[in-house]
């Protein structure tokens, strides 16, 4: 199955506005993305504003605005406001879902920052109306484009300084930056602020991976224009879509380390399953010497970038230790899939992986084969054999069938 990718190429920072413009950018001849945006719009119920959508020029370059228009002034709303206003639009449960988890991140990273209870919060900085509009529109666009996986490369940030509600902030503004950790950003190019609340938020709940653009198969181009003009040269978010070159690809994920010569076996043991349960890709030890020779082990994590910031804290709350080095690696990956076959009356699932046309692995369930071990009195050995060859059988029987269906026309 192709996987589409959606890259976004942050020249000069990111907002909501800009993305949400950059994705109705992907399609501007057939105008399918827009429609399907103006039918979500209304259902917001944001009677004080109307949206525009602008086809524009910024420095010479076409590109797409999104504008807000307020035609009354906006009512105050705190979070169940925000929350009862997705809930009663016309969304599919993905984006209904994504949407909510939004606003309650946002919500949480504006108390952590001004210090007040989660129901004193109010979308002043970020607005309300602004916010609701950036967040649904980008998911339903996101969904109605068959996004499977997100992209961005480095983050530029700006500089300077930003007049917010609490007075004079310098830039990146609080918000935002809690909202980046784990991402890798840059200052300037110019001091003003270019990466946004909401942008920095759409990233993280987007699940966007950090990295250069993959290799795929571009299909669409889309330029976003935020609503400050610069002096350097457009203010554009570039969308990139297009199909992954093959199933399997490179990927980009977060590499974390740390030295530990003065913990105890069981105290490493325990953190290594903390950081599994807590969502590490993988975790593992390797054996080394330290000063004064002492035996001693360096704990690996890889993790997706919005896993870090927490994993980062286990590490440093179950270790003691006083220091972690992360940098970003890029690994191929092949396709993963699971088939679930009976060993003995017992169900025990068995993963496999496919690099390009050929199958590369099949791995039953450790768990599963215990559990039909012990169920059945079976060696664990042979419950994992006999799983394995059922499941290249089914695998098998499969792969003919698929061949038998194209041959014959269906």
Not at 29 to 40: H, P
Not at 114 to 123: D, I, K, P
Not at 255 to 274: F, K, W, Y
């Amino acid at each position: 199955m192709s996987k589409t990718i959606l890259y976004l190429d942050p020249w000069t920072g990111i907002s909501g506005d800009m993305l949400l413009a950059s994705l109705l950018d992907t399609d501007r001849e057939s105008g399918r993305l827009e429609e399907e945006f103006r039918r979500v719009v209304p259902g917001l119920g944001l009677a004080e504003a109307e949206v525009e959508v602008v086809r524009d020029k910024e420095w010479g370059l076409a590109c797409t605005r999104v504008r807000v228009v307020e035609k009354s002034r906006p009512p105050l709303r705190h979070l169940a406001d925000m929350e009862d206003l997705i809930r009663s639009a016309s969304l599919s449960k993905w984006v209904r879902e994504r949407a909510l988890a939004a606003v309650r991140r946002l919500a949480r990273v504006e108390a952590e920052v001004h210090g007040c209870a989660l129901e004193e919060v109010h979308f002043h900085e970020v607005g309300a109306v602004d916010t609701l509009v950036d967040v649904v529109g980008a998911f339903v666009l996101v969904e109605a484009l068959g996004i499977h996986k997100v992209m961005v490369g480095p983050v530029p940030v700006g500089g300077g300084y930003v007049e917010i509600e609490h007075g004079r902030m310098v830039v990146p503004a609080p918000a935002t930056v809690r909202l980046l950790q784990g991402y890798e950003i840059v200052g300037g190019p110019e001091e003003r602020e270019l990466t946004t609340p909401t942008g920095a938020l759409l990233l993280r709940e987007l699940g966007a991976e950090q990295g250069p653009i993959p290799a795929m198969s571009l299909e669409r181009l889309g330029y976003g224009a935020g609503s400050v003009r610069l002096e350097g040269g457009p203010n554009v978010l570039r969308a990139l879509v297009g199909t992954a070159a093959q199933e399997g690809a490179l990927d980009s994920v977060v590499e974390l380390e740390t030295n530990l010569d003065d913990v105890s076996p069981e105290v490493v043991g325990h953190a290594v399953q903390r950081l599994r349960e807590t969502g590490a890709l993988e975790v593992w030890t390797v054996p080394a010497f330290m000063k004064k020779d002492r035996p001693a082990v360096v704990l690996h994590v890889l993790t997706r970038a919005h896993k870090e910031p927490v994993l980062v804290d286990l590490l440093f709350a179950e270790t003691g230790t006083l220091g972690v080095r992360r940098r970003i690696v890029s690994r191929y990956v092949a396709e993963r899939e699971e088939t679930l076959v009976q060993v003995a009356g017992c169900d025990v699932r068995v993963k496999w992986g496919r690099w390009a046309d050929g199958r590369v692995s099949f791995a039953p369930e450790y768990e599963d084969a215990v559990r039909a071990s012990a169920a059945t009195g079976l060696p664990l050995r042979e419950i994992m054999s006999l799983a394995w060859e059922k499941a290249r059988w089914s695998e098998e029987e499969r792969a003919l069938r698929r061949s038998q269906e194209k041959e014959a026309g269906f």
